[in-house]
Nanobody, 115 residues
Framework: QVQLVESGGGLVQAGGSLRLSCAAS????????MGWYRQAPGKQRELVAV???????RYADSVKGRFIISRDNAKNTVTLRMNSLKPEDTAVYYC?????????WGQGTQVTVSS
C-alpha cells in the first residue's frame, strides 16, 4: 500500500502562483509515475501533469508553459509549481501515484483562483 499526503493549495488571485506538494509513504518502491490530477465542479477528473521515476514528464495542454512538475525520488515527493494561475484552474487537485498495476490517490486539496 501507498499513502499520498498533499499540502499547499488555497486561494489566490488570477496571475498569482501556488505550489502543491505530495509526499508518498509505504511501498514507495512500487511507484513509477507520480503526478497531479484535478477535478472542477461538474467536470470529470483530468490529468494536469505527471512524471516518471526516470524523469519523463507530461502536461495537459491547458497548463503547458505555466505549471512545472518536479520529483525528488530520494524523498518520495512530487511538487507542482503553478504560475500565471487562471480562474479556470480552480479545482480540487489530487496527487496520484501509479505502478505495478495499482493507482493511488491523495485526499485532494482545493485550489481557488479569483478573477
Amino acid at each position: 500500500q501507498v499513502q499520498l499526503v498533499e499540502s499547499g493549495g488555497g486561494l489566490v488571485q488570477a496571475g498569482g502562483s501556488l505550489r502543491l506538494s505530495c509526499a508518498a509513504s509505504g511501498s514507495v518502491f512500487s511507484i513509477d509515475a507520480m503526478g497531479w490530477y484535478r477535478q472542477a465542479p461538474g467536470k470529470q477528473r483530468e490529468l494536469v501533469a505527471v512524471t516518471t521515476r526516470g524523469g519523463r514528464s507530461r502536461y495537459a495542454d491547458s497548463v503547458k508553459g505555466r505549471f512545472i512538475i518536479s520529483r525528488d525520488n530520494a524523498k518520495n515527493t512530487v511538487t507542482l509549481r503553478m504560475n500565471s494561475l487562471k480562474p479556470e484552474d480552480t479545482a480540487v487537485y489530487y496527487c496520484s501515484g501509479a505502478g505495478r498495476g495499482h493507482d493511488y490517490w491523495g485526499q485532494g486539496t482545493q485550489v481557488t483562483v479569483s478573477s
